[in-house]
Each structure stands twice: as structure tokens, then as C-alpha cells.
């Protein structure tokens, strides 16, 4: 199945409203980088045991580890759970930045180094966020 199935079928699988939200954060990240990578991580280990939800990922980010190995990861992704959204900006080195730059502005939103969570779309404001994810992407382009 290609990756772009995958994505339709996990967003065909959410409930509503949080499909219409997911549809929308896709479609805007998209828009704002035509032709990136797609990812679809389905949240399974090797085993085929469920070790986090499934995630939408966009762009490509070489991410190196302490032991010098290099991994390719997205810039950017979404992923729909219990409590509603996830943002996930990748790579960025200043882990205050999104906090200090986009916390005060984006809404009813938990802000951390990496992650953006919020309820709903309606809780934050939709320009703010896909300002953070684009300054994300960025500061990641290779």
C-alpha cells in the first residue's frame, strides 16, 4: 500500500471532528510544502506490537545519534489521540524556542520543545500554528 493510502485510510478511520481537523492540518502542510516527503508511521514496533499512535509525517531531516549512526525522521507530523492532537516539529536545537516564540499567541495549547498539543482546532489559532510548523521546517531544510 502506498503512503498516500495510508494516510487516507487513517484519516477515513477518525471519528469526527477530529478527521475534519486532521483533513485540514494536512491539507495546510501540504500547501505549505508541495512535493515534501510523506511519511505514515502506523505506531507499531518491528514485532507488531502498538508503541505509540499512528503519525502523518512531512519533509526529510537527517537525525544523528550520539553513537555518530544517522537516521532519516520528518521535519514535521501529526497524529490524532485520546486527548486530541499532536503537532510534532522535529530537530529544532533551542527547546524553548516554540514556548517562547509561538506559547503566548497559538491558544489553548500545551507547547513544549517539540510538540504542540491541543482539544481541537476551534481551541487555537490555526495561522499561529502553521507559522511554528513552518518556522520548524525552516530551520530543519537541509
Request: aromatic share 8%.
Amino acid at each position: 500500500m502506498t503512503t498516500k493510502a495510508q494516510i487516507s485510510r487513517y484519516l477515513e478511520a477518525l471519528p469526527e471532528p477530529k478527521q475534519g481537523d486532521m483533513r485540514k492540518l494536512h491539507g495546510a502542510i501540504l500547501d505549505m510544502n508541495p512535493g515534501c516527503k510523506l511519511w505514515f508511521l502506523d505506531g507499531k514496533d518491528e514485532s507488531g506490537k502498538i508503541v505509540s499512535n499512528p503519525c502523518i509525517g512531512y519533509g526529510t531531516l537527517g537525525k544523528q545519534y550520539a553513537n555518530g549512526k544517522t537516521k532519516q525522521v520528518f521535519q514535521a507530523g501529526i497524529s490524532a489521540n485520546s486527548a486530541g492532537l499532536s503537532v510534532y516539529i522535529m530537530g529544532m536545537d533551542d527547546k524553548k524556542y516554540l514556548q517562547s516564540k509561538y506559547g503566548d499567541s497559538i491558544g489553548k495549547a500545551n507547547v513544549t520543545g517539540y510538540c504542540i498539543k491541543f482539544k481541537a482546532l476551534k481551541d487555537i489559532n490555526l495561522d499561529t500554528l502553521k507559522k511554528a510548523i513552518q518556522d520548524g521546517v525552516e530551520q530543519t531544510r537541509a
